[in-house]
């Protein structure tokens, strides 16, 4: 060709134009070209290159004119329109890449560059991971920003399904700018320089993940690194086939764990005369709390027991831990479940009554590993006294058909009236009962007057008292047997 | 029991020792002790495997011996070295025994909460082996064939901790291994023993 040919533009920016052609056939290195642009200000460039920078220009067609210097009629013309120009981002570039060995998380931090991008624009990132030494692509995700005129750091994490102590993990960004307003064509910029993370093995096999608590049902990958030749793999007593990573590392995969003994479900690589292995605990998290139940005996303390419902599968470290929180008075307390309780399904907390509160908003929260859950229960405790079994029962006489009851009922009852049930049995007769509303006191004893005995004749008395704002009765006291005096002769 | 009342030392001594009749007693009653914690020490190794989950006690399941600091298994030599040499070396794996227990039992204390009985058996292990070498140390000083000098401070220790550092996995081996040392050097000592109780 004899004049400059195959103009071609391409922005990273929407604001420069980076504009190239071909040199026409015989032209020299150092041949010099005058560029112009037919626009108002008819801009022209000298320039020793075949190619330029030159501002974005504005949507419609722009003649252009490349001529080479002292060569005559050496000039070429062409019709630069956006349309024709492509949109290629710069090659981003990873700032940072961390792990959390813990959890097999991958960290990923970037830069948008959005400072030199004029106008706000849609932004799809696609991010590549890579494992194993053959850079096997395993995840391609994209995440989707907004441009805003200022650089800013975007962070995105990834758990990966492999521990990443057990293979090597690459990372890679590429980023396409979707600006609507841009009417060329639009490409994915190059991908960045890839960013690595391994684990530095020692000298002894190891098996990941270590002692990690999951769900019941999950999938999960085992693997180990291992410097000797792996044989087999297990999970309890189930052997598994080995996927080979790098080296002599191995990875089993584990479909819909089931529930764990409490001590774990083990998962174990055989290597030559040796064993090395970890464990797993599949449980589930926290049941919702089940008849969440707050109740006093004394106007002092407030118990709320609960059913902590389905079993977690979880024990000891792992076990579900309990927190009552009243909403009031921002007191609470903390309930550690101790395994050893026969009893599976019946917890309590004992939590002391604020004065002069009597309406309470109880939260109980329930967590372990897997989760946590919450009941709630609005109570006003004057109505929710279980007294204590009334003791210290006695009998005094007033006359032969009148005695006194006096026994000990623990709790702070002044404020409120207690009903009690006086049961009277007679020998070979029909057992009475007579309920009876007293005035509750704060020192626990109680007294009140029992008629219309019969004179000389064993009685047995027993007791059992609630509140008038009935919730529970409490246990019946010991019985007292008594013999009413003789009648006074008339 | 100051005075010695019969040496194993003494190379002119007669090889069937005389024994003062307290002496043999206490050595008839270290021996039944042993002999009592080697059937106990089984009967705890077959109740941990138990409570560890599967493969434990499967067959084909045999887990590395691992070192274990401060306490090594019985050598193949232990029964051609001469007695006073073999209960000394049995006295000083005794000692080390006990932080062993107490923490494999720390670590099961988490693991099987639900299973006291483990719990209380890896607890009577360990205070009965301390017993059963508080005896055996008398025996000795009373031979006159104790250890020379204070016992170094068992590095069992290290490893009790390490143990509870260590994953949930080596901790649940360590632990097999350490109730296998028990039931070895119980097992060791009753047969040490034996050798000194008269007619045995």
Known sequence: KETPYDLKCTTNNLQKWDCSWKAPSGASRGTLYEFCIDDRSHSCYHLARTNIEIPALS??????????????????????NEKNISLIPDTPEILNLSADFSTSTLHVKWNDKGSVFPRHSNVIWEIKILWKKSMELVKLVTHNTTLNGKDTVHHWSWVSDLPLECAIHYVGIRC?????????HKEWSDWSPLKNISWTPDSQPK??????????????????????KVLSAQIGSTYCPLIHLDGENVAIKVHNISVSENSGTNVVFMIEDNVCGTVVFAGYPPDTPKKLNCETHDLKEIICSWDPGRSTGLVGPRNTSYKLFEGFSGKYVRFKKVDVSANESYHQLLLQMVPNQEIYNFTLYAR???????????VN??????????TSLKVKDINSTAVILSWHLPGSFGKINLLCQIEINKINSVQESRNVT????????????????????????????????????????????????????? | MSRREGSLEDPQADSSVSLLPHLEAKIRQTHSLAHLLTKYAEQLLQEYVQHQGDPFGLPGFSPPRLPVAGLSAPAPSHAGLPLPERLRLDAAALAALPPLLDAVRRRQAELNPRAPRLLRHLEDAARQVRALGAALETVLAALGA????????????????????????PAKVLGLRVCGLYREWVSRTEGDLSQLVPGG
């Open chain 1, 59 to 80: 949507p419609g067609d722009h003649e252009i004119t490349i001529s080479l210097q002292d060569a005559g009629s050496s000039t070429s013309k062409f019709i630069l």
């Open chain 1, 176 to 184: 396409y700018v979707d600006n609507l307003l841009f009417s060329g």
């Open chain 1, 207 to 228: 098996v990941f993940p270590q002692d990690k608590v999951i769900l019941v049902g999950s999938n999960i990958t085992f693997c180990c690194v291992s410097q000797e």
């Open chain 1, 368 to 378: 372990n590993p897997l989760g946590r859950s919450e009941s709630t229960i609005l």
């Open chain 1, 381 to 390: 405790i004057t109505e929710k006294v279980y007294p204590y079994t009334p």
């Open chain 1, 438 to 490: 007293i005035k509750g006191v704060e020192n626990s004893s109680y007294r009140i007057a029992v008629g219309k005995l019969n004179p000389y004749t064993v009685y047995t008395f027993r007791i059992c008292c609630s509140t008038e704002t009935f919730w529970k009765w409490s246990k019946w006291s010991n019985k007292k047997q008594h013999l009413t005096t003789e009648a006074i002769p008339s």
């Open chain 2, 146 to 169: 104790a250890a020379h000098g204070p016992r170094p401070e068992p590095p069992a220790t290290a490893t009790a901790t390490a143990a509870t550092a260590a994953g949930v996995f």
